[in-house]
């Protein structure tokens, strides 16, 4: 069974400048996330999709950033204009369906530096 | 509020040898998942054992056991015989009911195993 994949696996970009990142979940996961890693802490849920349904986007700073989840499959996540403080890594997971306490099963992350 | 604390920011260990990794929490929740995961350096998160709060006895996998002390709101994982691929962040994590099925991470704490 083939992983959640995730690209690019890195970026550097400049303040104000705007990036994407596409996720590609486990097939038959109805349950898509993403979160922001800063080095030194654990992961922060930033949004949580069920199927192309947004069911969780609190802590997402709306005026920046911005995801989809295409078809109930594929999500990108963008930020625009990034910030300094938006240097992270960036984890998108994948769940099977929206039981609670399933496991979550994770791509290998977007490290963003922003400078 | 509800919290996971890792008291142990970095710890260490002899190759074959036993280590604890402490995790405590606050909830005041009754039903709840616990979680340990596992981020290698460079490598994706993967989950290592997963704990329901209603279930006294404590969950195995392989090398990997809890100490679940639902009274004292602590979980903490312990690895036999220690292997250099062991050598990773581990977080802990719970998912508390009506949350949203989110789950609530501590910092980590980072585990080096040593020949």
């Known amino acids: 069974e083939a992983g959640v994949a995730q690209s690019p696996r890195y970026k550097i970009i400049e303040k104000r400048q705007s990036v994407a990142f596409w996720c590609n979940p486990i097939?038959?996961?109805?349950?898509l996330y993403w979160y922001q890693q800063i080095l030194g802490q654990g992961p922060k849920l930033l949004i949580q999709f069920q199927n192309n349904g947004v069911v969780d986007d609190s802590q997402l700073p709306k005026d920046r950033f911005s995801a989809e989840r295409l078809k109930g499959v594929d999500s990108t996540l963008k930020i625009q204009p990034a910030k300094l403080e938006d240097s992270a890594v960036y984890l998108c997971?994948?769940?099977?369906?929206?039981?609670?306490?399933?496991?979550?099963?994770f791509g290998p992350g977007t490290r963003l530096l922003v400078l | 509020a509800q919290t996971v604390t890792q008291s142990q920011p970095e710890m260490s260990v002899q190759e074959a040898e036993t280590v604890t990794l402490s995790c405590t929490y606050d909830t005041s929740e009754n039903n709840y998942y616990l979680f340990w995961y596992k981020q290698p350096p460079s490598r994706q998160m993967i989950l290592v054992i997963r704990?329901?709060?209603?279930k006294q006895q404590n969950a195995t996998e392989n090398r990997f056991s809890v100490n679940f002390q639902k009274a004292a709101k602590s979980f903490s994982l312990k690895i036999s015989d220690s292997q250099l691929g062991d050598t990773a962040m581990y977080f802990c994590a719970f998912a508390p009911a009506g949350n949203n099925r989110k789950l609530i991470w501590g910092l980590g704490t980072s585990l080096a195993v040593n020949p």
């Open positions: 097939s038959g996961h109805a349950t």
């Open positions: 997971a994948s769940s099977l369906g929206d039981v609670w306490g399933e496991t979550q099963y």
């Open positions: 704990q329901e709060a209603y």
